[in-house]
């Protein structure tokens, strides 16, 4: 699209925007250079003003500097359009404020009022960049300042709270200043394409719609896979471990989205209560299945990329007794009529072999089979849902291979839809380009309810409880492994394996 066209439409709205962690790394990395798409497209409206507020003492001039610095690192030079760069940059503004203390909230205020005379007619949304552990002071602060009015929206990040009762502090907090319907809690995982594509995959194709249960569909299996290591997070990250940290939040809600029955429509709470009953239909973990079907892990030094890396204690700060996890694998079920005896298989880790975010939903063989008994383990389809690196859906199908000479021997291949291959013209946008949009538009069916936050939590705690009563240290993995060798065990037993040992 071009940088100054606007939609025919005109349907942005204009808001003001306080971005409480404004020279923090996910701003820097995240937020900055998804406002700035938003504006290249033309989807900001022209009075959208952004207030960067941050403990430090910087100059209006000097914060626009950085933001200008960090969208030439962050933004692919194709994409960098000067007119619009300085349009963006135009819309910046800077305040420096101890987020912990009610003394310089009224300054917010102040300021919408210099921006424009009418602050009531337009939303402030109040984005929170910085650890829970500041929600509540802000959200209190900015009602104490009177900055905030029936319009005014908050975003929050993940990870909302430790466990059930932290996040229903943080909530509760929250909650004493906004209402439901004004707080936006992301998780990234929901603006990704492919993730929307997963809703219209689903519920716009009979093809899917009527297999998309126990008769058809023999287990699921989803991986979240990382390269890197903890990159100077030690301090967050040993305090969470990765059940925390990945399966509370983006894999289970990407369980949730395979798993849930279809919506009454496509509104926000429709969505969000089918996600619930999934939540709620998590089987918890005995003894027995805990020992069987889940593995933590913690890596040690390995290879990646030809290149040594250390160990998860050898990492600089670390606590060398550590026994936090850096990977998880499990075996978890759904207990509802749908999904009744179908596996779901998760795993996700720290220093694995490659970065990787997928799908794959294998589908049931055929009853009868007729082709070479060599081939048999060939005879299911796999739908592959990839999140990352490249966005894509395959569909892996049975032909026959051809040559005279190879009479109905079988071959496996994909029906292939990649993004960027299909829409050359297209650019994909991230994740916080859409979750950043729809705020604006006042929609909430990209973000987390706080039911689903809590059902999410009761199921993780129960799962920690139990580890803690076992007393096991978690079992090692070279870096630049799939996980301990257990997890290859735990899917082996069941007579299947990881997608990418087929």
Not at 99 to 119: K, S
Not at 154 to 179: L, R, T
Request: glycine share 6%; proline share 5%.
């Amino acid at each position: 699209m071009n940088a100054c066209k606007r939609p025919e439409d005109d349907s942005r709205p204009v808001i003001d925007l306080a971005l409480f962690g404004a020279l923090g790394d996910l701003s820097l990395r995240k937020l900055y250079p998804a406002l700035y798409h938003l504006d290249r497209e033309g989807l900001l409206h022209d009075d959208t003003r952004i207030l960067g507020l941050a403990r430090q003492e910087v100059k209006a001039d000097a914060f626009r500097r950085r933001v200008t610095e960090t969208l030439q690192t962050y933004v692919k030079d194709s994409e960098l359009d000067r007119e619009a760069v300085k349009r963006f940059i135009a819309r910046l503004d800077y305040l420096q404020l101890d987020f912990a203390t009610a003394e310089g909230y009224r300054a917010i205020a102040e300021w919408r009022t210099a921006v424009r005379r009418d602050t009531e007619a337009y939303p402030l949304v109040v984005y929170l960049a910085v650890p829970a552990s500041l929600y509540g002071d802000i959200c209190r602060n900015l009602q104490a300042g009177e900055c905030l009015d029936e319009l005014s929206r908050v975003v929050v990040e993940k990870p909302i709270g430790y466990d059930f009762e932290s996040s229903c502090e943080i909530n509760d907090a929250i909650g004493e200043v906004f209402p439901e319907s004004r707080i936006y809690r992301i998780d990234h995982y929901l603006g990704k394409e492919t993730v929307q594509n997963l809703i219209a995959l689903r519920f716009a194709n009979p093809l899917f719609g009527t297999q998309w249960n126990q008769n058809h569909i023999s287990h699921v299996e989803i991986t979240v896979a990382e390269r890197v290591g903890i990159e100077g997070r030690w301090g967050y990250f040993d305090r969470a471990g990765q059940l925390r940290d990945m399966v509370q939040n983006h894999l289970l809600q990407l369980v949730c989205l395979i798993a849930m029955d279809p919506p009454a429509n496509l509104d926000a709470d429709a969505i969000r209560d089918e996600k619930v009953k999934i939540l709620k239909a998590l089987q918890p973990f005995s003894e027995n299945r805990l020992n069987r079907d889940v593995v933590r892990g913690q890596y040690i030094a390995g290879t990646i990329n030809g290149k040594s890396v250390p160990g998860y204690l050898e990492e600089e700060g670390a606590n060398r007794d550590s026994d936090t996890e850096t990977f998880v694998a499990m075996k978890t079920s759904v207990a509802n009529w749908r999904w009744a005896g179908v596996p779901f298989y998760l795993r996700t880790g720290k220093r694995m072999p490659e970065k990787l975010s997928q799908i794959i939903i294998h589908f049931r063989q055929q009853p009868h089979y007729i082709f070479d008994p060599d081939q048999r383990n060939l005879a299911a389809n796999k739908l592959i849902i990839r999140l990352q690196p490249d966005e894509g859906i395959a569909l892996e199908v049975l032909t026959k291979d051809s040559g005279l000479d190879r009479g109905m021997r079988l071959r496996r291949g994909p029906l292939h839809l990649d993004f960027s291959s299909a829409f050359p013209q297209e650019r994909i946008p991230d994740a916080y380009e859409r979750l950043l949009l729809e705020v604006m538009k006042g929609r909430q069916y990209l973000f987390v309810r706080r039911d689903e936050v809590e059902h999410a939590w009761h199921w993780c705690d129960s799962l920690i409880a139990a580890w803690r009563d076992m007393g096991e240290p978690p079992r090692r993995y070279p870096a630049g492994s799939w996980g301990p060798v257990a997890s290859i065990a735990m899917i082996t037993q069941d007579g299947r394996s990881w997608y990418e040992d087929y």
